[in-house]
């Protein structure tokens, strides 16, 4: 009974934040509020999640959502984990590197996307400037689905990349350095040890850096919303700006807060994924033959 | 003796009426000025400093408090709906862009202004800028500045403007071959509401109409599938430039203002700015209504902004008396001057001295006659986001014009269907 | 595999490949930021020799043993393997095993992976990895452990799983970093002549680095002392504590610790506690100021002329009792006072 009085605070701070808001939203998805009806909340039953299932703008959205956070996410893991071995090592300056590395994640987004549009700019940007010195002809970044695509990824790997460096440059000291010293002195590589010690031994910060920048990932807003807003022909429109243009744009309430309801099943679906692939890889290990 | 109490009585009165005068007088030095509260986009905030400041010095009951939204029209509405969601809004006023007009009527946000203004409030308007103000017989807005789309052209490249989608293109293909200039024409084809503009234009240029009234709200027209195919072209055949795609008005502007390229389709207010020191086609642009096919109208997007009175406003009276004065003959006279805004009253187009000064307000009253509205719908935003969609996707080069105007009108019906509107329903807009 | 528990027969079978080897480390330096911490060190240990580096701690021993094993550069001298030099060679080719003091096992590994992952490295067929594992689990006593995480074992058979991991290399040198420094006590008591047996008598040379001189004598054949990155004196157990070169080893080997009487000529003289005899006339007169139980014997604490002396006796000496003790002329070490040397 005290560990349950104990625990009301935090109990009662995750009923508001989190399942107030939640049971909310699943209200709002049954019902029909939009500017159409005068902003008055009308129950229509399964009417909005019908739409939702045929909906084939949100399923073009959540794939086009998934594939950026996929890329992105997978990107910056692999040049996290690069900058983070570069940081790791001794070496004079490095102090003012770790430093400058950490700049473009402390750059709010809406700041860093008007400054990635530019630089996508054609044809005056400075991608632009560039080839047209090379002699190349221009490239619409922004203006052709692929390469807007391309630069939305770009421009999210730049920014968060430093935060996943960050993190796994934390795992990267906790690792003691005699598990090196003992791998060389038994014939081991470096390259060796990366894949037999430090990746196995990061793999619970992975798992961190993967949940954080998944979730974050996969409710990508004013980074898209800023460089490319959604376009050309939706082709970088995310669900979160979806659901945002259903409720700020076209007034209907009901049905952004369906759209916001999927995709939270679709993360809870893939948090679920990384939970249990997290769950069998900390399994004991097997032995291998 | 009667005499006498008829003076004492005279005396009295006097007495009364002069201290009750007095006591008027001084309630109504003391009572607190009635302050009105007005968003807006943060250029319209700027270009009205002037007209504030001289409002709040001449009058003692009513203060402006103007709130100086954001520059974008998007995020001005972002900023007002949020605030209006939360309930009681914080503004009396709102500075509206002509699309929002139906919306926020629909949702409940804005009060007519018949009350105050009376049934001929429209009436000193030009018949261009009197459109998009009234749903279902009530008014709801008052235009403060027009807008209209407008072809600007190259008048030391060529004699006269083209008129038609072939000359356009043919002119473009010409000066291009003979390496005048990079592009032909440079427009909005950005997934964003200015393409719809642009779109709205060309629709009814090669003889349709985008609205309400056909089926798919006038997508599913062979002329609405012509004008789309016509920007696919454009970028296809390389008269407009592939970034074009992600053009908004400044790319546009900056490409054309560089002397890239032959046509451009803007605003008034790039007049201004293409005039200017530095730009490349200083004294060499004219300007000129959108293209179109032979026997069908030269179209012009109507842009306007206007005040609303916001549902929630503790002191409309008030609300309405700034509404007046800022809408009014001397506030246009001075954004006319001073910023190069067009006006929406006739008595402005038809003064000489202003038209001495402003020599282009003839041209731009004839393009304000031609002004298209987009839909009064209150659904409008979504319907204008189901066509950007499959225009973006055409001018980047996916897909069929035809199809994708199909899908369009499709998209546009099921809408209007799940909403409860009459699909080919006639507009009830009356003006 | 059925395998004798005989631990002899067992560490041959680990060590079967391996070809006698000795060991010379000739003016031995390492230095950081110009500050030597190793200044010259000359040593030789012999195939199937123990040396303990003994010394207090930052005397440099483990240093030693980091630039032998290659984890640390050598700034001068040489390392001879079997008349090989080997000091700028790669760790990994050195052929050298080390224990770690942290032992340095792999936690996300299982005590069998943990010792088959070097093997697995240097080409070892699976079945041979097989047989050499399932070898010096048995040697350890850690068969029925094999499938344990680090984390899942006491420090004791933590320490069994990196010697194990040593062994498996076949190395040509064993490097021991304070393996027993994380241990208690009592078990440190126990695992004694377990390592002796496995250390000594094989045919590569071991270094074991501590700090205990108790540990080094119960361990290794011989013991070098080092002393702020020089070596000191280097000999059985036996020699340093009867023939301790300088003041420092005097000093340094042998519990309770020698006293030292400094003489009128500029020498001192070098008395273990355990010599002192108490004598009826002669000698020095003391007084008992404190004493300590040790069992057997008892340690007590004098005041003398020449200052304070440590007496272990058999006898019972009460506090404040007044004494005169003596020793034998053979028992006394004599050393220059200036240079700290044997004289």
């Known amino acids: 009974m005290s560990a349950l009085l104990l625990m009301a605070p935090a109990l009662l701070l995750l009923l508001v934040v989190f399942v107030w808001p939640l049971l909310d939203y699943a209200w709002l998805s049954l019902q029909a509020q939009s500017v159409f009806t005068g902003l008055e909340a009308v129950p229509v039953g399964t009417l909005n999640w019908q739409r939702l299932l045929v909906d084939g703008r949100f399923w073009q959205d959540a794939w086009q959502t998934l594939r950026f956070a996929a890329v992105s996410v997978a990107l910056e893991l692999v040049a996290g984990l690069a900058i983070a071995l570069l940081l790791h090592q001794r070496w004079r300056g490095r102090g003012v590197v770790r430093g400058l590395a950490l700049l473009p994640w402390a750059l709010p987004t809406t700041v860093m996307a008007l400054g990635w549009r530019w630089i996508f700019n054609d044809p005056y940007g400075p991608i632009n400037g560039l080839l047209q010195l090379l002699g190349l002809a221009t490239l619409p970044f922004l203006a052709a689905p692929e390469l807007a695509w391309l630069a939305t990824v770009v421009a999210d790997v730049w920014k968060t990349t430093p935060f996943v460096a960050l993190l796994l440059l934390a795992g990267l000291q906790m690792i003691p350095d005699d598990l090196y010293e003992a791998f060389a002195l038994e014939g081991g590589t470096p390259w060796q040890g990366l894949w037999r010690i430090t990746l196995p031994l990061l793999r619970p910060y992975i798992f961190i850096v993967l949940l954080f920048r998944l979730a974050q990932a996969l409710g990508v807003f004013d980074l898209i919303a800023v460089l490319t807003g959604g376009g050309p022909a939706s082709s970088t429109e995310s669900l979160a700006l979806y659901a945002y243009l259903n409720a700020m744009r076209f007034l209907d309430f009901g049905y952004s807060a369906t759209v916001m309801l999927g995709m939270f099943l679709l993360l809870l679906a893939g948090a679920g994924g990384l939970l249990l692939w997290r769950r069998q890889t900390d399994a004991p290990q097997e032995v291998r033959p | 003796m009667r005499g006498a109490s008829r003076r004492r009585l005279t005396a009295i009165g006097l007495g009364l009426g002069l201290s009750l005068a007095i006591g008027l007088l001084s309630w109504a030095w003391a009572r607190p000025a009635a302050v009105v509260r007005v968003l807006m986009p943060a250029p319209f905030a700027d270009a009205t400093a002037d007209l504030v400041a001289t409002f709040n010095r001449s009058h003692r009951d009513v203060r402006i408090a103007v709130t100086r939204g954001p520059f974008e029209t998007d995020a001005v509405s972002d900023l007002a709906i949020s605030s209006l969601l939360l309930g009681d809004s914080p503004y009396d006023l709102l500075l509206m862009d002509v699309t929002w007009t139906a919306k926020y009527a629909a949702a409940g946000w804005l009060q007519p202004l018949d009350p105050w203004l009376g049934p001929d409030a429209l009436e000193p308007l030009v018949s261009g800028a009197r459109a998009g103000n009234r749903i279902d017989g009530r008014l709801y807005r008052l235009p403060l500045v027009a807008d209209m789309g407008l072809l600007y052209w190259r008048t030391d490249l060529m004699e006269a403007p083209p008129r038609t989608p072939d000359d356009l293109v043919a002119i473009s293909r010409r000066l291009q071959e003979q390496g005048k200039v990079r592009w032909g024409y440079v427009w909005q084809g950005r997934q964003y509401e200015g393409l719809s503009c642009v779109a709205l234009e060309l629709i009814a240029g090669f003889g349709g109409h985008w609205g309400p009234g056909e089926a798919g709200f006038g997508l599913a027209s062979p002329a609405a599938a012509r004008a789309a195919g016509w920007l696919q072209q454009l970028v296809r055949e390389g008269i407009s430039p592939p970034a074009v795609a992600n053009f908004a008005e400044p790319e546009a502007l900056q490409s054309f203002e560089a002397g890239e390229a032959a046509f451009l389709r803007n605003w008034p207010y790039a007049w201004q700015e293409l005039q200017r020191q530095g730009s490349a086609v200083a004294g060499k642009v004219g300007i000129t209504t959108m293209v179109a096919e032979p026997g069908q109208p030269h179209a012009a997007t109507q842009g306007s902004w206007g005040f609303s009175l916001l549902a929630g406003s503790p002191h409309p009276d008030a609300a309405a008396t700034v509404l007046q004065a800022l809408t009014g003959e001397a506030s246009q006279r001075q954004l006319v001057r001073r910023y190069g805004y067009t006006p929406t009253l006739t008595a402005l187009f038809d003064d000489p001295e202003l038209v001495a000064e402003r020599p282009l307000l003839p041209e731009l009253r004839q393009a304000l006659e031609q002004a298209v509205l987009r839909p009064l719908n209150p659904g409008y935003a979504q319907l204008s986001d189901i066509l950007q969609r499959q225009l973006s996707a055409l001018i980047t080069g996916r897909g069929d014009p035809a199809l994708a105007m199909a899908r369009a009108a499709r998209e546009s019906d099921l809408l209007l269907r799940a909403s409860g509107q009459e699909v080919g329903a006639q507009p009830k807009e009356v003006s | ?343």
């Not at chain 3, 080997?253 to 002669?282: F, M, Y």
Request: aromatic residues 4%; contains cysteine; neutral net charge.
């Open chain 3, 1 to 343: 595999m059925t395998h004798t528990s005989d631990p002899a027969t067992a560490t041959a079978t680990a060590k079967e490949h391996t070809t006698a080897t000795s060991l010379r480390l000739e003016g031995l330096c390492r230095r950081i930021g110009g500050r030597p911490i190793l200044d010259g060190i000359n040593l030789e240990v012999a195939a199937g020799e123990c040396l303990a580096l003994l010394g207090p701690s930052g005397c440099g021993k483990s240093t030693v043993l980091r630039v032998i094993a290659g984890l640390d550069p050598c700034d001068g001298g040489r390392i001879l393997l079997d008349g090989r030099d080997i000091s700028q060679q790669k760790p990994a080719r050195r052929r050298v095993a080390m224990v770690f003091q942290s032992y340095a096992l792999y936690p996300h590994l299982s005590v069998e992976r943990n010792l088959s992952l070097g093997m697995e490295l240097r080409g070892v067929d699976p079945e041979q990895r097989e047989r050499e594992l399932a070898a010096v689990l048995e040697l350890l006593q850690l068969s029925a452990l094999r499938r344990r995480r680090p984390s899942e074992l006491s420090g004791g058979q933590r320490q069994r799983v990196a010697l194990a991991r040593a062994l498996l290399r076949k190395p040509q040198l064993m490097l021991l970093d304070e393996p027993m420094s994380n241990l208690d006590a009592q078990l440190r008591e126990e695992l004694r002549p377990q390592l002796r047996t496995i250390l000594c008598g094989g045919r590569a040379p071991a270094i074991y680095v501590t700090h205990d001189q108790q540990e080094a004598m119960g361990i290794a054949d011989r013991i070098a002392v080092l002393q702020e990155g020089r070596l000191q004196q280097c000999g059985t157990p036996q020699e340093l504590y009867q023939h301790p070169a300088n003041l420092f080893v005097a000093g340094f080997i042998g519990r309770p610790q020698i006293n030292l009487l400094p003489q009128g000529d500029g020498t001192v003289v070098g008395i273990r506690p355990e010599h002192l005899r108490a004598v009826d006339e002669g000698g020095l007169a003391v007084r008992v100021r404190s004493r300590e139980w040790h069992g057997a014997s008892q340690l007590l604490l004098l005041e003398s002329a020449q200052g304070p002396l440590r007496w272990t006796c058999d006898g019972n000496q009460t506090l404040g009792d007044d004494l005169r003790l003596g020793w034998e002329r053979r028992h006394e070490h004599r050393f220059e006072q200036a240079s700290g040397e044997r004289c």
